[in-house]
């Protein structure tokens, strides 16, 4: 048999999640896992997708985007708005959790439409900042927001406070502006997050090993020499943009309704930085890279205790160091260094 | 006639107001403008954005802190205390972190500069913890009344904005006439151009450095003076804030800090004033994404046509 490097690369990220799931699966059965960490297991699908989906905008199309968790805010919110005023009519859960997340996808797919058509124009360090700021405009937008529930539907307000909706008696306020939303539903299952983690590499590796996704790594290389050739630069920017923000959405839904109450300020800039970690630890443009380096980085703090008080600082010393010896040209000539001094030796 | 004089007072009133905030926008202003200098000079010459600017801020503003309260040392010594210290650390970040990053990719070298950003405020937690500390500030609580007290200008406003005029004076006397100045202009435009004229390309660029920091730790113990809260992350919001004015202003120019920082701070007083305390930061955010797709180059900035 005579398989790509792509195929190959693809059926063994799908492999490698199958397995972890499986033996996830299998340690909950035989109770080998603590409580604290089995809660974690559908927030760690979570972050997988979100590294995932930011791998698409970093490693594929090479632009810096440090306002991630701001999508995935608007995943959470808008999901679990869906959610809770869908109860009675899609009494199914799993199926309930799916339109959330359908819900959560379009909406962060629609705000990553807007904000990516103006600031995809910029490039570099320019569309770093941009995005940082469209991040905190997300963040405090969601704080200033109340939506409230009655028999009439759903009501919406801005800048005021939750009695301004002029709920009905019996109406239900859902988001409670800086207070977020309570009382979530616990919708979201480790299988559900397994599923949603497929369906995003599912979605990326073909998004990358297609034209579309050539076309969107040549942007990467070099943006002069693509556009010459005649690839659209917006087009296929926005592409990976929106996508890796609908992705991201529909983490955000997911991890919302893993717990009881969720706030706008958890979606901030430092979730951003955590996810950015998770790529770059992983390898920029690497997709299983990512899906490991989420789950191992989510799942070391809980077996360590102790080391919870230094992991921020442990993180950050890690992503400089690996940035200085992957980009260092005298750290980059260690390997062939070494290679050369063995193959000398053998011959001797 | 008693109503005419009650309709001048009530005018008379929110005249007062609008120029209380406008003069404690101006005060913001110079503060973001002192940061922005760091920002815009550092930009200028390595082609990076400093992340950890902000935290530099931060220590600063520590360093000033211990030095007054725990060691009872005299305003004066203190902030030089600070500025000695923030010189120090950032010199020793450019060495560490970014000179083995001069020819990678920006995304490499931002990367680190974010890396180096949360290096520095988990240390400050881990070392003087997340409780917030109250600073005292170093000119003292006072103020000088006008208008028969209508209009108080507190010393901090004062200080501020004199420190941020001293300080723009003799930024732009250092670049334009001093020999350091002109290197540094030099390495901004073309760095092997430079080095081959014999300018030490990495010696200006770690002066760049010390003089951005030392900025940021005068910055720093103005910004608590000011806003007396200091916790380990009290420098990152306005660091973003002041790099939005840099932007603004026009990143590499020296008077493009000071008219963004000063527009940024008035359109923050403003906006927290007469629209909304929360959104205040929305808007000053959209302020940026609106002037990058207007003016790519910010206001005073050259835009340069990218060559092939």
């Known amino acids: 048999m005579n398989l790509q490097k792509s195929t190959l690369n693809a059926v063994f990220t799908y492999t490698l999640v199958v397995v972890a799931f499986v033996v996830a699966q299998g340690l909950i059965k035989s109770g080998n896992i603590s409580s604290t960490l089995r809660g974690q297991l559908a927030p760690i699908c979570a972050y997988i997708v979100m590294a995932v989906s930011l791998n698409l905008t970093v490693g594929i199309l090479g632009e810096l985007s440090l306002g991630h968790a701001g999508f995935m805010s608007v995943g959470a919110f808008s ?3 869906a959610c809770v005023s869908l109860a009675n009519v899609i009494p199914l859960e799993p199926l309930r959790l799916v339109v959330g997340m359908l819900v959560g996808a379009s909406c962060a797919s629609a705000v990553g439409f807007f904000i990516g058509i103006p600031v995809l124009r910029l490039g570099g360090d320019y569309l770093a900042i941009v995005t940082l700021a469209c991040g905190e405009i997300i963040k405090n937008l969601v704080t200033c927001m109340y939506v409230g529930m009655d028999s009439h539907g759903l009501h919406f307000s801005f800048l005021t406070s939750a009695s301004a909706l002029q709920l009905e008696k019996g109406g239900k306020v859902i988001i409670n502006g800086p207070m977020g939303i309570a009382g979530i539903p616990k ?9 949603l983690v497929m369906f995003t590499l599912f979605i990326v590796m073909n998004l990358v090993n297609s034209r579309a996704g050539r076309a969107i790594m040549a942007l990467r290389d070099n943006r002069i020499a693509a556009e010459s050739v005649g690839i659209p630069v917006t087009k296929y920017k926005l592409m990976a943009f929106v996508t890796s923000a609908a992705l991201a959405g529909a983490a955000g839904a997911l991890y919302a309704m893993n717990f009881s109450t969720v706030v706008a300020t958890k979606f901030n800039f430092n ?64 390997p062939t260094r070494l290679k050369k001094r063995l193959r000398g030796a053998s011959n001797v | 006639m008693l109503a005419a004089l009650l309709r001048f007072n009530f005018l008379g009133g929110l005249y007062m107001s609008f120029l209380s905030h406008l003069i404690s926008g101006v005060s913001l202003g110079s503060i973001y403008a002192i940061i922005a200098l760091g ?27 211990f030095a007054v309260s725990r060691y009872d040392m005299p305003v004066i010594p203190s902030v030089l205390l600070a500025v000695a210290a923030c010189t120090a650390l950032g010199v020793f970040i450019e060495r560490l972190a970014y000179k083995p990053l001069r020819s ?7 990367i680190t500069a974010i890396g ?3 290096f520095l405020q988990n240390s400050a937690q881990l070392l003087w913890t997340s409780n917030p500390k109250v600073f005292s500030s170093v000119v003292g609580n006072g103020s000088v009344k006008f208008f028969d007290g209508r209009l108080s200008i507190s010393y901090n406003v004062i200080v501020t904005v004199l420190a941020c005029i001293i300080i723009m004076s003799v930024l732009t006397w ?13 390495c901004s435009e073309d760095k092997d151009a430079a080095q081959l004229m014999g300018i030490n390309v990495n010696a200006t660029i770690s002066m760049t450095f010390a003089i951005g920091s030392a900025l940021a730790a005068v910055a720093g113990v103005l910004l608590c003076s000011v806003y007396p809260t200091l916790m380990p992350t009290t420098g990152s919001m306005p660091g973003i804030k002041a790099f939005t004015a840099a932007v603004f202003g026009g990143i590499g120019s020296i008077p493009g800090a000071l008219l963004g920082g000063t527009l940024l701070g008035v359109i923050e007083i403003f906006a927290k004033a007469y629209i909304s305390t929360q959104l205040s930061d929305a808007i000053v955010f959209l302020v940026l994404i609106i002037v990058l797709l207007v003016k790519p180059a910010g206001l005073l900035g050259k835009q340069v046509q990218e060559k092939v």
Do not use: Q
């Not at chain 1, 979201?188 to 599923?195: I, P």
């Not at chain 1, 400089?320 to 980009?327: F, W």
């Open chain 1, 79 to 81: 999901g679990v708005v």
């Open chain 1, 187 to 195: 919708l979201s299952t480790f299988t559900m997050g397994f599923m």
């Open chain 1, 271 to 334: 979730t951003s930085i955590l996810i950015l970690v998770y790529v770059v630890l992983g390898g920029l443009g690497n997709i299983w890279g990512s899906v490991v380096a989420a789950a191992v980085l989510t799942v070391l703090p809980e077996m360590l205790r102790g080391f919870n008080d230094y992991r921020m600082l442990v993180y950050a010393v890690v992503l400089i160091i690996v940035m200085i010896v992957t980009n260092n040209a005298r750290f980059k000539a260690i």
């Open chain 2, 39 to 65: 920002y815009t000079m550092v930009y200028g010459i390595a082609k990076m954005l400093n992340f950890a600017h902000g935290d530099v801020i931060m220590v600063g503003a520590y360093v000033c802190f």
């Open chain 2, 104 to 110: 990678a990719p920006s995304l490499a070298v931002l």
């Open chain 2, 116 to 118: 180096m950003s949360y």
């Open chain 2, 174 to 186: 250092f670049t334009g006439r001093t020999k350091m100045g002109k290197a540094m202009r030099a």
